[in-house]
């Protein structure tokens, strides 16, 4: 007999973003991540076969559709009314459903977010962030996307458990722990 999950059971958001040193995460909203290490993406593969499903918004969705399709994907899009799904993909507007309820629906234990910075800035204000893998390479953009949209100022406190050089070009991987 298979044990019932507990569909209020706390799911473990983590985050993954490959950032300029001068935090930028693509020159704009419909350009990839081409420029990042290979370290990075051997990285971000591995990690991605523990994760049950991933958040992206649409902007990222369209320039790595292919890939996500093959995953458990939840699109956050204001193109909806209703959550829309299309083979593994679900296209989800959060102002008119409840995005943490419907994540504990479908009993995912460990849930990635990939971005972009709207996508990081809404999971971070709904308390969506445990943890947060920041893989910086060693580049300035001088513009760009920043990592977070911004808005009302408000101060979030995140740990630093984790700092591994990558490659000898300098690439950095950080991971942070939300809270103290």
């Known amino acids: 007999m298979n044990p019932v999950r507990n569909p209020y059971k706390k799911i473990l958001y983590v985050a993954y973003v490959a950032t300029s040193i001068d935090g930028r995460i693509a020159q704009n ?14 990285f971000f593969q591995q990690s991605l076969k523990k994760i049950d499903a991933v958040i992206v918004g649409h902007a990222t ?41 419907f994540l ?14 709207q996508i990081y800035d809404y999971c971070l204000r709904h308390n969506m962030l445990d943890e947060f893998y920041v893989t910086v390479e060693p580049y300035v953009f ?10 009302k100022f408000k101060k979030y406190k995140f740990s630093l458990v984790l700092v591994k050089k990558l490659n000898k070009s300098g690439t950095l991987l950080l991971k942070y722990k939300y809270g103290n």
């Open 29 to 42: 909203n419909h350009s990839g991540t081409d420029w990042t290490s290979k370290e990075d993406w051997n």
């Open 61 to 101: 969705f369209k320039v790595a559709e292919s890939r996500l399709r093959r995953r458990n994907a939840i699109v956050i899009t204001s193109k909806v009314h209703r959550p829309k799904t299309e083979a593994r993909t679900v296209f989800f507007n959060p102002r008119t459903s409840n995005l943490k309820n």
């Open 104 to 117: 504990r629906k479908k009993h995912y234990k460990t849930v990635a977010i990939l971005g972009g910075s």
């Open 142 to 151: 001088t513009a760009g996307v920043p990592m977070f949209q911004g808005g």
